[in-house]
Structures are given as C-alpha cells and as structure tokens.
C-alpha cells in the first residue's frame, strides 16, 4: 500500500507493507508503513525529523497514525534496550524488582539524565512485571532479530 506523500508529514525513508513484519501482527496489522521525514510541526525556518507509523482502517488512513521525534524513537529504544538487560537478572528479587530501590539506571543524555526505574506507583506492579517479563521471553526470538539488526547497523555506523 503506498504512503501518503500530500499531507504534512513529509516522507523520505520509508518501508512499505509493514503489516506483515509487525510482530505478532503480522500479515493482520493496521500498521501499513513506516516513515522517517520532514515532521508535520515543522516551523518556518526550523526542520525536525520524525518518525511515523502509517496505520490504515481497510478503508481509509486512520487518524490513529503515529508521528514521533527521531530521539524520541531512540530514547524509547534505549528504554527497550535496558528494560531487557534489567530483566536478565529480575529473577534474582522475589517480586523480579526491589521495592525498597525501584531505579535501575541513570543515563546521561543532552547533559540531563534519564533515570529507567520500575513503576512503583503502578497499583499491579507485582503482576505486571510477570506479565511483561513472560512477554519478554516469549517474544525473544523477534526481539532478538530486531536487536541484532540494530546491533549491526550500530557497529556499521562506528558506534
């Protein structure tokens, strides 16, 4: 299915029939297309770069499309990146984090940081965190792929 081109978010990477690579969506998804370009709230004079996920009813494109910041993208794939490493060790607390020290790291980005910590304010915390952590080990293998293709093209790129 072909990527708008006439609305405000302006393409120029994109992948096409994403539907039927989007995990467990696969060849059923509403996401049809991904896109890095020119961002929809550009000012005069001032150009940022986004990401957007390009969903569509059957119908028509849906207003549920996704438009993201490029380092809004990265900081959620660092987010994803460490919550995965965190979870290789969880085991090891007997509700697979520490209530009394819910931070797990600091990252220092833009001269700021970005502090990862598990959600203690969560009401179900104690059963989410199973949840995830299952949901985790039973995508594994389509994490894995995706992390070892980024790990790839990070090392290609000289990071």
Request: proline content about 4%.
């Amino acid at each position: 299915m072909k990527i708008p081109t006439n609305l405000k978010h302006k393409p120029v990477f994109l992948v096409e029939d994403y539907d039927k690579i989007d995990g467990h969506n696969a060849w059923q998804s509403d996401a049809k297309g991904l896109t890095l370009g020119l961002a929809q709230w550009n000012d005069r004079g001032k150009v940022d770069i986004s990401g957007k996920v390009w969903r569509h009813t059957g119908e028509k494109w849906s207003r549920q499309s996704e438009e993201l910041p490029i380092t809004r993208i990265l900081d959620l794939a660092i987010l994803v990146a460490q919550s995965s490493l965190y979870l290789q060790d969880a085991y090891r607390y007997e509700k697979f984090y520490d209530p009394e020290n819910p931070e797990i790291d600091i990252i220092g980005l833009q001269g700021g940081r970005m502090t990862v910590k598990v959600d203690t304010e969560n009401p179900k915390i104690d059963e989410d965190i199973l949840l995830f952590y299952d949901t985790m080990n039973k995508d594994g293998e389509l994490i894995g792929e995706r992390f070892r293709t980024l790990k790839r093209l990070l090392t290609d790129l000289g990071y």
